[in-house]
């Protein structure tokens, strides 16, 4: 049964406008799906999308109530819950949006030197010791790219807090401040990943689905409030992304979400950038590719399923990187509270529970 042919479930539910905020990155394929696939509107939904510039953004105005909801890194909704340099707004996830998802680059400067791995960048490092320190780029402090990038320092030897820098660059800008000299590696999200390694200013290392498999990476993020007042409409959000995640990880469709998501109101960036992930094979420089099967993964037959383990994974990144110093002692139990796996599975009674996504419009396939 085709979906888009399918009446409304929810015929008289209620058509409130519901503002959700996006920052553009592969990883908010969910929502631009259930936009273009009318999943939205056939759970009885009034969504309007709304592009942010950052995610400093997001959390503004979330904190604010600009935003009804947003797709938000992982850690925002600890970081917005418990006051992490903000005013504490009781925050949830009842959707692990996206997992995987990054890539670790060092600048051609670096690979010429023989850093190709941590062992090796830490040769390096050391034998620069007095005459030049290194400066490695994350997105976000709070953030998988901050943590994946440090973790992968460490395991090479090398200590992000005192060996090298460590900087905060927004996502579009990483690639120009490697080319530019002004950073000599970076950790980001697709596509900025692959928009800078087809540009040929870096060779990729490592893929964080190598690196940690299945990590969290984004959610579906709103305040608690709104789950109190509007539950109805949270579950049938919820509903229409479960149905779109499952889309998005159909390898027959990759090709045609690229082509959607570089359209500019989206994401506006060459489709090769997201085809590189998306449909692979990953290029991780210009003589070097990899497969990328799981480079990211949205639904991938429950994988979205917020619960204590993806709470327990933030918990544990937070506390081993050092960042958690402005954060009262926390059990996993009060973490695990914000990543609502009953209002999935709520949700999930109102999908259909075969894995058989809807069908692109053929005009965009």
């Known amino acids: ?94 959707l692990v949006m996206a997992h995987n998802g990054n890539a670790i680059t060092l600048s051609n400067e670096l690979h010429a030197l023989g850093a190709y791995d941590p062992a090796s960048l830490k040769r390096v490092v050391d034998s620069h010791r007095g005459t030049r320190r290194f400066t490695f780029a994350g997105v976000l402090k709070y953030s998988s790219q901050h943590y994946l990038m440090r973790r992968w320092l460490q395991s090479g030897g090398i200590d992000p807090d005192r060996d090298v820098d460590i900087a905060i660059v927004p996502p579009p800008l990483v690639s120009d401040c490697l080319e530019k000299g002004f950073i000599d590696g970076y950790c980001v999200a697709e596509p900025w990943s692959s928009f800078g390694l087809l540009r040929g200013i870096g060779h990729g290392v490592a893929l964080s689905a190598d690196l940690d498999p299945k990590h969290p990476e984004k959610i579906f993020m709103v305040r608690s409030e709104f789950e109190r007042d509007r539950p109805d409409e949270h579950c049938r959000l919820l509903a229409a992304l479960i149905e779109a995640g499952r889309w998005c990880d159909q390898p027959a469709n990759r090709s045609g979400l690229a082509t959607l998501l570089a359209a500019p109101h989206y994401l506006g960036v060459p489709v090769n950038a997201l085809k590189n992930a998306l449909v692979g094979p990953y290029h991780l420089s210009q003589d070097r590719s990899t497969p990328a099967t799981e480079a990211i993964l949205f639904h991938h037959h429950g994988l979205d399923r917020p619960g204590p383990e993806k709470a327990a994974w933030i918990l544990r990144e937070i506390y081993q990187h050092g960042l958690g110093q402005d954060l009262a002692q926390l059990s996993a139990a009060d973490v695990a509270s914000l990543f609502r796996a009953d209002l999935y599975d709520q949700a999930l009674l109102l999908t259909s529970l075969s894995d058989s996504p809807p069908r692109l419009l053929a005009a965009t396939n």
Not at 16 to 42: H, N, S, W
Request: net charge positive.
């Open 1 to 94: 049964m085709n979906h888009l042919a399918a009446s409304p479930r929810h015929p008289s539910a209620s058509r409130r406008r519901i503002t959700v905020g996006y920052v553009p990155l592969t990883d908010c394929a969910p929502l631009v799906m259930a936009q273009e696939l009318g999943l939205f509107k056939r759970h009885g939904l009034d969504v309007r999308l709304s592009r942010e510039v950052g995610w400093a953004t997001v959390r503004e105005k979330m904190l604010h109530g600009e935003l009804d909801a947003a797709h938000a890194p992982a850690s925002m909704v600890v970081e917005m819950t418990f006051g992490l340099g903000v005013v504490p707004v009781p925050s949830l996830t009842g």
